[in-house]
Structure formats: structure tokens, C-alpha cells
């Protein structure tokens, strides 16, 4: 497993982590706006940055709510094809990490939970501005290949 120890390691790649910044107005090791939902969903969904918002934005005028509330997003990403899905413990009785979560689903797009962030993963390599190899997984939302 990776182990993050020093600032220079949230940065570092790593077979199971790539940096990606899809808002054009951001450098790409950073995110200033707090855009988790907006970046892991454009990434997941094969998505611009502003296509992404779009949709989220759309949702959140209809139900009077913020574009990053989990019931918009959760909502959103429904009709875009994601099935949310729980996920249970290790063998050994831990929760997966988002690297462990990378080895076992070498394929596919994906949008994980972790505390207080969202993350990508596409075909086993977590795309963020920042390495959360070591964050727990809580839900994660996986697109449906039929959708």
C-alpha cells in the first residue's frame, strides 16, 4: 500500500494515482474552489469541467439546493448512469482504502466517498489533484456500462 508521509507524497504519482485537474482555471496539483464533487464527476463521466457543473447546477435549481449537497449530486449522478453501492470490509476486517478499491476494480469509472471527499477512478488509477491513496472508501458510485 502507498504510504502517504510527507506534503510531496499527496503529489507524487504512483501506478494507482494520477494527477488530474479537469477545471481549466485551476493548476493541476491544486484545487482552491473546493470543486471535489464537480472534478470526480467530470472525470468519472468522461465530462468537461463546465458540463459537469451544468448538470449539477441544473438539478440544484430545480430542488433549491447547493450543487455539491450529497442529495443533489447522489441524484445527478443516478441519471447519468452511476448506481451507488456500499461497500463492505477487507478480509481482515478494515475498510478498503482508495488504493485497495484501485486493485480490486481494474476496470471501470467510478466516484468514491471518502471522508469529506470525493475521487475518480477509471480502470484502476484514482484521477484527483491530490494522492488519497490511504482514505477509507465509505459508498461509492459505479456507472452502469447499459446506462
Not at 481549466?24 to 457543473?53: H, M, Y
Not at 439546493?65 to 441519471?79: G, H, I, L
Request: one cysteine or more.
Amino acid at each position: 500500500m502507498a504510504t502517504i508521509k510527507t506534503k510531496a507524497d499527496y503529489y507524487k504519482e504512483t501506478k494507482y494515482f494520477s494527477i488530474m485537474q479537469p477545471n481549466p482555471t485551476e493548476p493541476q496539483n491544486k484545487s482552491v474552489k473546493g470543486d471535489c464533487v464537480i472534478r470526480a464527476f467530470a472525470i468519472a463521466a468522461d465530462l468537461t469541467w463546465l458540463d459537469a457543473f451544468d448538470l449539477l447546477t441544473e438539478n440544484a435549481r430545480k430542488t433549491y439546493n447547493v450543487p455539491t449537497d450529497k442529495y443533489n449530486y447522489r441524484t445527478v449522478f443516478e441519471a447519468q448512469g452511476f448506481v451507488r453501492k456500499s461497500i463492505g470490509l477487507t478480509k481482515d476486517g478494515k475498510r478498503f482504502t482508495v488504493e485497495g478499491f484501485c486493485k480490486a476494480h481494474p476496470k471501470g469509472r467510478f466516484i468514491l466517498k471518502v471522508s469529506n471527499h470525493l475521487t475518480a477512478i477509471v480502470d484502476g488509477v484514482c484521477y484527483d489533484t491530490w494522492n488519497t491513496a490511504n482514505k477509507c472508501v465509505y459508498v461509492y458510485y459505479e456507472l452502469n456500462k447499459k446506462a
